[in-house]
């Protein structure tokens, strides 16, 4: 099956739902401004991703997900050969530091959220090869294209409800005097306390997500 087209034409909904109902093997490799970004599929399922140069190592990713620390990965690294997530990935799960089942979460999760925001791509243009393959060193994982064309598409009508909120990412948050709150009752994930303590009056939205590391 050769595909071949762009955004304007074709939506990642759409080749997706094609892929799965044909239950293809191959590379969809989108094109857009910010390099490549290979979707390899096997049998109509998502099995990985591959972005040139933009990936966050695995361990990297297992560390801010919290399945490891960094003294773990200093104990591992120098048995390792070749370096890669998939011979990292043995490595701790040899020693016990982490379960297959950790791995395949924090991977997955990983894919999700680099597919998810070309669900609402308009730009750029894809290809599909069904001869091309991920690569050996990469770890795969299959994952029912349903699922994944659903999510996709709760979070483009969450982005739509979030932009009639924050039209634009130049606007100054302000935190809202509340004078009865409880504050013993809140509770906030890292993320979220780490974006409130760059609300100043002064940072735009970009500004708290550049400060904060965060999309």
């Known amino acids: 099956m050769a595909l071949k087209g762009n955004f304007k034409d074709f939506s990642l909904t759409q080749l997706l739902n094609l892929i799965r109902l044909a239950r293809k093997t191959g590379d969809l ?8 970004l290979h979707v390899f599929c096997q ?59 950790d791995v395949m979460q924090v991977v997955s999760q990983q894919m999700l959220e680099t597919l998810y925001p070309f669900f609402s791509a308009s730009k750029g243009s894809f290809n599909f090869d069904p001869d091309a393959l991920p690569s050996e060193d990469d770890i795969t994982i299959a994952m029912e294209l349903e699922a994944v064309i659903l999510e996709g598409g709760r979070r483009i009508r969450e982005a739509g409800r979030l932009q009639e909120v924050i039209p634009s990412l130049d606007v100054v948050p302000r935190l809202s005097p509340q004078q009865d709150a409880k504050m013993r009752s809140i509770n906030l994930s890292v993320d979220q306390w780490k974006v409130i303590s760059f609300i100043n009056g ?8 550049d400060y904060a590391g965060l999309s």
């Open 43 to 101: 049998d109509g399922r998502l099995i990985s991703l591959a972005r040139d140069g933009r990936k966050t190592p695995l361990g990297e990713a297992l560390v801010k997900a919290g399945r490891v620390t960094e003294d773990e990965l200093k104990l591992v690294r120098p048995y390792m050969a070749l370096n890669s997530d998939k011979e990292l990935a043995l490595r701790l799960i040899d020693l016990g530091v982490v379960s297959r089942d």
């Open 202 to 209: 002064r940072n735009t939205m970009k500004q708290i997500g």
């Open 29 to 36: 490799t989108i094109e857009e401004s910010g390099g490549p």
